[in-house]
């Protein structure tokens, strides 16, 4: 803390300290220390999976959370309202939204209070308006791409805009406050193997992987910088205070994090390995810390906060198995949450930031 004016001035003396030399006296200062330690764990039993192995999306809102799942072979998009308790609120097998087309994959946010959900199915992008109650939708647009940014709409300097990308580069989709599309653009011809976005402040900031370089950059913006290292499946955390956060990814069966200088020009830095083993890294923000969570090599997910350094001091076992990738990561303060599937359903394990004792 700073000094104000004035703060150094001498002030009335303490009697029973007067006269005491203050070399003699020796300052205790005590530092607190956090850890993750599992603090609750529920199953879904109720819920209707159409597979083992699903791709699935948890989107806070003020109810709750919603849970948004496709099978990862091809399916309908099925989703779980949760009120703030965790019980299912509605169908308890899940709402059936769009099973029109056979969707791979998809990225799901609340923007603007509503859900919108961008479905892969063959090499387009549906972005997809979802009422509160799931219980009805509207396409928006269907973008050029079987990538899609994990968050699936982004304010940049007033519009709305979706990221994907495809066999032509990065497509930037736009929609006015109507949610009427606006049209697309191609901002980089380098096409990703794989991508993610994460807005911050006025802008948004999205990143992808080739097979061997790393691209990051502000949507709004016209700088794009680039790594000469592969960073697959890679999720961002930014902090807007610090201008800055972290970045997460894949490569040669380890997990790999560099320090993310979002000031203008999204440089990644000092990048170095956060587990030698281990796949399906997540990031999240939670207003104080940076979670982390990714699978084990025992297959197991585990979750822990960062330290000033990037480094994970201690970690938490969930106890949980996805299938595949079939889990996310979701963040309020001082709790994290994993939402997953695998061969028996739907289930969710909270982790909490401890005070050591």
């Known amino acids: 803390m700073s000094a104000a004016c004035g703060d150094n001035l001498s002030g009335p003396q303490d009697p029973e300290t007067e006269g005491v030399d203050p070399r003699d006296a020796t300052e205790t200062v005590t530092v607190e ?37 496709v099978p990862s072979d091809g399916g309908m998009l099925r989703g779980v309202l949760l009120d703030g308790r965790g019980n299912v609120i ?75 990308g495809g066999a032509t580069g990065l497509v930037v989709t736009a929609f006015d406050t109507a949610w009427a599309e606006r049209g697309s653009t191609v901002v980089s011809t380098s096409a990703p193997t794989s ?38 499946d890679g999720r961002i955390a930014l902090d807007f205070a610090s201008r800055g956060g972290w970045m997460v990814y894949e490569r040669d069966a380890s997990i790999m994090i560099g320090r993310l200088e979002a000031d203008g020009h999204e440089v990644i830095a000092n990048e170095r390995v956060l587990a030698p083993m281990g796949r399906a890294p997540r990031i999240a923000f939670d207003g104080s810390a940076f979670w982390v969570s990714y699978i084990g090599a025992d297959g197991d997910v585990v979750v822990g906060m960062l330290d000033k350094t990037g480094a994970l001091p201690e970690l938490a076992s969930t106890g949980m198995a996805p299938v595949a990738s079939s889990y996310d990561l979701v963040v309020d303060l001082g709790k994290a949450a994993i939402y997953a599937t695998d061969g028996r359903g739907l289930a969710a394990t909270w982790v909490c930031k401890t005070r050591e004792p």
């Open 90 to 164: 509605g169908d308890p097998a899940g709402q059936k939204i769009r099973s029109d087309l056979a969707f791979t994959s998809l990225a799901a946010s609340r923007v603007d209070d509503r859900f919108v959900v961008g479905l892969v199915a063959g090499d387009r992008t549906h972005i997809t308006a979802i009422r509160d109650d799931l219980g009805a939708f509207r396409e928006l647009a269907v973008a050029d791409g079987a990538l899609v940014g994990d968050t699936t709409v982004m304010h940049t300097r007033g519009s709305r805009v979706t990221v994907t």
């Open 195 to 232: 991508m993610t976005s994460v807005p911050y402040g006025t802008d948004a900031v999205v990143a992808w992987s080739t097979a061997t370089e790393c691209h990051i950059r502000g949507v709004a913006g016209q700088t794009e910088s680039m790594q000469p290292y592969p960073c697959q």
């Open 33 to 69: 220390r956090y850890s993750p330690q599992v603090c609750g764990a529920q199953t879904f039993p109720s819920v209707r999976l159409d597979a083992k192995d699903n791709a699935i999306r948890a989107v806070p809102y003020p109810g709750g959370m919603a849970l948004f799942a």
